[in-house]
T-cell receptor, first 111, second 113 residues
């Protein structure tokens, strides 16, 4: 079945770049998403990439997609303390209502 | 727009009790979903609905019921609460156009003792 995997924890220094990685198994994925969850809150869409794209840049965020290896990454440039949160990778197959989530990567930013 | 609202924010139940988690959205979205979030496991889909009167099971439906009598509301009912249902529950509705963003409510933290 469909599966999404990501590492559980990442610690970076303020001002450095963060790279969060994700692998997925469903080759029919149409959109792949990165959601952000701040403490005590619901998830918010951070960025997304359509499956026929390799890269997408949105201000400090860069998403890279390697369809052959089914690997997705999120790079946050100039990481700030406000970026501390849990980041979820998610994919949707044909049924857009069914998101398959990874376990989430907790990003800790320290001075 | 209030977006997606959920009540209550916190709830403690005893084993065997039943209750309903409320969810409402004011964006006229047809698709709505319920997830549970457990540490180290991400979000898992419980039930979803593609429109009023239509519901279907997700990955972990056992012990939960849903109904969708209106476009706006999608309540989740726990039939007989068990400690394994201790979790954070999120309701979401899905946008109508690409990229089909899911809008999440703030969550309900449920503890079953």
């Amino acid at each position: 079945g469909e599966d999404v995997e990501q590492s559980l924890f990442l610690s970076v220094r303020e001002g450095d770049s963060s790279v969060i990685n994700c692998t997925y198994t469903d080759s029919s994925s149409t959109y792949l998403y990165w959601y952000k969850q701040e403490p005590g809150a619901g998830l918010q869409l951070l960025t997304y990439i359509f499956s026929n794209m390799d890269m997408k840049q949105d201000q400090r965020l860069t998403v890279l997609l390697n369809k052959k290896d089914k690997h997705l990454s999120l790079r946050i440039a100039d990481t700030q303390t406000g970026d501390s949160a849990i980041y979820f990778c998610a994919e949707t197959p044909v049924d857009y209502n069914k998101l398959i989530f990874g376990a989430g990567t907790r990003l800790a930013v320290h001075p | 727009n209030a977006g997606v609202t959920q009540t209550p924010k916190f709830q403690v139940l005893k084993t065997g009790q039943s209750m309903t988690l409320q969810c409402a959205q004011d964006m006229n979205h047809e698709y709505m979903s319920w997830y549970r979030q457990d540490p180290g496991m991400g979000l898992r889909l419980i039930h979803y609905s593609v429109g009023a009167g239509i519901t279907d099971q997700g990955e972990v439906p056992n012990g939960y019921n849903v109904s969708r009598s209106t476009t706006e509301d999608f309540p989740l009912r726990l039939l007989s609460a068990a400690p394994s249902q201790t979790s954070v529950y999120f309701c979401a509705s899905t946008g109508r156009t690409a990229p089909y963003e899911q809008y999440f409510g703030p969550g309900t933290r449920l503890t079953v003792t």
